[in-house]
T-cell receptor
């Protein structure tokens, strides 16, 4: 089945540094990838939609200059948290839709998530 | 997207069937019902989806009422590994494909 690999699974960084999270579709091509954020005991919140070869679309309230998203190929999207601060500590999850899946299916495959802790 | 309502939590004994309800009374004719689950500290996992007919796969069964205003996800023989938060999501296809997660139902399977 479709697999999405997310790396790193855990990262701890100092305040003010930048962190890059990678999301790869391993056995399918993903024209669209999505980035979510989840705080403790809360549901997933969509941050942005990433389309291969074009700029990401950010949800209201998400700073595009702070959360840089690059989707340079059909199998890789990256999220860079720039100048991270403790309030950015969260669980970041990516998901991807198989380009060849039926258009009506709307089934997304999710990565295992990346837990970011900013000290 | 149609709004969904799920109970915040449910318990189920191991080996028993877990029946998770979802109300979506404002669902429109072309919206599908999707179920995902999230085991603690993992990414969500797709379970099943349907439009109006009942569906079954290796993980679960989905029963959608005739008026489509509610549905039930059935895990026929729950195991401890089924303990997770279960999300019912209603979505129009070809609408950007992002899924918006509500609060879901936290299912606890007990020995």
């Amino acid at each position: 089945g479709a697999v999405v690999s997310q790396h790193p699974s855990r990262v701890i960084c100092k305040s003010g540094t930048s962190v890059k999270i990678e999301c790869r579709s391993l056995d399918f091509q993903a024209t669209t990838m999505f980035w979510y954020r989840q705080f403790p005991k809360q549901s997933l919140m969509l941050m942005a939609t990433s389309n291969e070869g074009s700029k990401a679309t950010y949800e209201q309230g998400v700073e595009k200059d702070k959360f840089l998203i690059n989707h340079a190929s059909l199998t890789l999207s990256t999220l860079t948290v720039t100048s991270a601060h403790p309030e950015d500590s969260s669980f970041y999850i990516c998901s991807a839709r198989n380009r060849d899946s039926p258009s009506g299916a709307n089934v997304l495959t999710f990565g295992a998530g990346s837990r970011l802790t900013v000290l | 997207d149609a709004k969904t309502t799920q109970p915040p939590s449910m318990d189920c004994a191991e080996g028993r069937a877990a029946n998770l309800p979802c109300n979506h009374s404002t669902i429109s004719g072309n919206e599908y019902v999707y179920w995902y689950r999230q085991i603690h500290s993992q990414g969500p996992q797709y379970i099943i989806h349907g439009l109006k007919n009942n569906e079954t796969n290796e993980m679960a069964s989905l029963i959608i009422t005739e008026d489509r205003k509610s549905s039930t996800l059935i895990l026929p023989h729950a195991t401890l590994r089924d303990t997770a938060v279960y999300y019912c999501i209603v979505r129009v296809p070809n609408s950007g494909y992002a899924l918006n997660f509500g609060k879901g139902t936290s299912l606890l399977v007990t020995p």
